[in-house]
């Protein structure tokens, strides 16, 4: 095997250089307007790939191809188990080519190749891979009547779904989607973010070659104001699944409205917070958690532990431990397999986090820790791990969702504020408890309103529990057997014996 060396990912970083066309109806085919936008290795600012921008025109194609396979049943028709092999296929397929995949992560957005290939690529093929595994295993029911009647309550596929994904986590957010999508037979349309469209694209042509039928899949590039909202708008598309901001969240309710009423399922922005009773075990623990929870991808996470909400009794010394980690998050090169934290998506993306910085310091914050850009003569959008002290609930780096390397402490006293503040943004995704009591984590558990609760570790994951969140950060949920209800209708067939 290869050793996987700066050098070695640097030669193939030159290799994928390329055009890529959108997929649909299971071939690569230009933008009916033959426009393309440019991808911009954000750790270097230098142009290296062109893809086809996608407009209204080439979502229309795709929905029609998606409709086509659907109404002829060429996957919906398939027997479970045929669906199975064939999703199973599909993730050895994508184990197969990890390397591919996860460079062109890494070249789109800037994320770590290490990260790319241990979390990234081994947690998209494994979601596709459960979700196969499910085909055959979700029963419809049978309804208790009396002995005259069957009364049968089925699970059918919705028909064409619509997935928006971000450009965080590309591929693996696809998969959370896809596999359930697919598994329960409806035919899609992706969407991916155009940040990141090039691992998606790939799948679409990995997805042929393991016996997906022409059509169940195509892969749209384009940007979100144009190609996103055809998608929301088509009134032949029955779903639209989507991860991203609250703010376009919201503009996919609208064009549901507008349109056909389609079932839309979203989720949306976070605002963690990471709460550290006095009594927590572990401080050492707490504290590793909590440096691993803002700053692991860039701080690019809807559950980022954001916020730090610390007993005051503990503060100080908390502190200092976060001091001590979060030099060894030190932004480098995203190609080299030692970096841990890569640079930002854009430029522009720089800009907006170091714009929430000097907020926090226009505020009164203190800055203990980073707070400005790095490696400037890479050309890249790198910015440092961010400590701000003296945060206060109201300030506008405790309410807003930066997306980015930066972490808010925020102190408090007692159980009863430390919910209060929890609870005081739009967002509700995760949060995170730490407390020696198990009576507190139980009650504090329920009083905190977030789809995810973690206690006494930060970021805890599996396929098998559902993720998504309250409030402003979405409806429905990614990821478990929960997920499948999102991509079926459920009929009723009542039979007069």
Known sequence: ???????????????????????????????????????VDPATGAEWARVAACDAADIDLAVKSARAAF????????????????????????????????LLETLSVGKPIAQALSIDMRAAPDAIAYYAE?????????????????????????????????WNFPLMMACWKLGPALAAGNSVVLKPAEQSPLSALRLG???????????VLNVVPGFGETAGKALGLHPDVDCIAFTGSTEVGKLFLTYSGQSNMKKVWLECGGKTPNIVMADCMDIDAAVAAAVEGVFFNQGEMCTSASRL?????????????????????????????????????????????LSYIQSARDEGAHIAAGGDQVLKETGGAFVAPTLLDKVTPGMKVAREEIFGPVLSIIEFDGEDEAIQIANSTVYGLGAAIWTGNVSTAHRMARRVR??????NCFDADDITTPFGGYKQSGIGRDKSLHAIDKYTETKTVWIRI
Not at 135 to 161: F, H, M, R, S, W
Not at 205 to 215: F, N, R, T
Not at 327 to 342: F, M
Not at 450 to 455: D, F, R
Request: aromatic residues 6%; contains cysteine.
């Open 1 to 39: 095997m290869t050793e996987l060396t700066l050098e070695h990912w640097r030669q193939r970083a030159k290799q994928a250089r390329r055009d890529w066309p959108a997929f649909i109806d299971g071939r690569v085919v230009p933008a009916v307007s033959a426009k393309q936008f440019p991808m």
């Open 71 to 102: 109404e002829d049943r060429r996957w919906a028709g398939l027997k479970p188990r045929e669906r199975k092999r064939i999703l199973l296929r599909l993730a050895e397929l994508m184990r197969e080519h990890r390397e591919e995949l996860a």
């Open 134 to 166: 499910a085909c055959d295993k979700v029963y419809d029911q049978i309804a208790p009547t009396g002995d005259n009647d069957v009364a049968l309550i089925v699970k059918e596929p919705l028909g064409v779904v619509g997935l928006v994904v971000p």
């Open 205 to 215: 042509e990995l997805a042929i070659e393991a016996g997906l039928p022409v059509g």
């Open 309 to 353: 909400l610390v007993d005051r009794k503990i503060k100080d010394r908390f502190v200092e431990g976060l001091l001590k980690h979060t030099g060894a998050w030190a932004p480098g090169n995203p190609l080299d397999p030692a970096t841990v934290n890569g640079s930002l998506v854009s430029a522009g993306h720089m800009k907006t986090v």
């Open 450 to 455: 977030a789809g995810i609760v973690y206690v």
